[in-house]
């Protein structure tokens, strides 16, 4: 559900970026790079962060995040609609929905519940063991942390 700015993608493409050391995300942006039909570039962001030096470390493992052509950041529900419009404009049109009072509410609050819990929901045991469960689970972690600084991405 953020909406800030940051540098536009290089390539010109809306760049979505995920968490490329979750098992579970990387699954889930091959679904992403088949609806944006190769008019949305779909990276990890441990490789690509650096590329949006506003868009925060944090902030980026919590939710999916995709940057417009213009430097627009948008997380969450929001994000896929988003990926959809880019992807199938006709589709996207009936996506205008997710922008009703209400609507846009549940589906941000539905992202947001299984984004925080999505370790939990999907098993932990067989994705977590290079520490990126750590950001959800910070009182159980048994990896070291996920780096806190941009700096610490290529160094791991």
Request: charge should be positive; glycine fraction near 8%; charged fraction near 30%.
């Amino acid at each position: 559900m953020t909406r800030n700015r940051t540098r536009p993608p290089q390539d010109g493409i809306p760049t979505i970026l995920y968490d490329g050391e979750c098992r579970l995300c990387c699954a889930q942006a091959e679904t992403a790079r088949k609806l944006g039909r190769n008019r949305v570039a779909v990276k990890p962001l441990q490789n690509n962060l650096n590329a949006f030096p506003n868009l925060e470390l944090e902030e980026a493992l919590r939710e999916m995040k995709l940057i417009d052509t213009d430097g627009r950041i948008y997380g969450g529900a929001e994000s896929i609609v988003r990926l959809i419009t880019y992807g199938h404009p006709l589709i996207g049109k009936l996506l205008k929905l997710y922008y009703l009072p209400g609507l846009r509410w549940l589906a941000d609050q539905s992202y947001a519940w299984v984004a925080k819990n999505r370790y939990r929901l999907f098993g932990r045991a067989d994705l977590c063991d290079d520490g990126s469960c750590a950001v959800h689970f910070p009182d159980q972690a048994k990896a070291p942390e996920p780096p806190k600084r941009r700096s610490e991405l290529r160094e791991r």
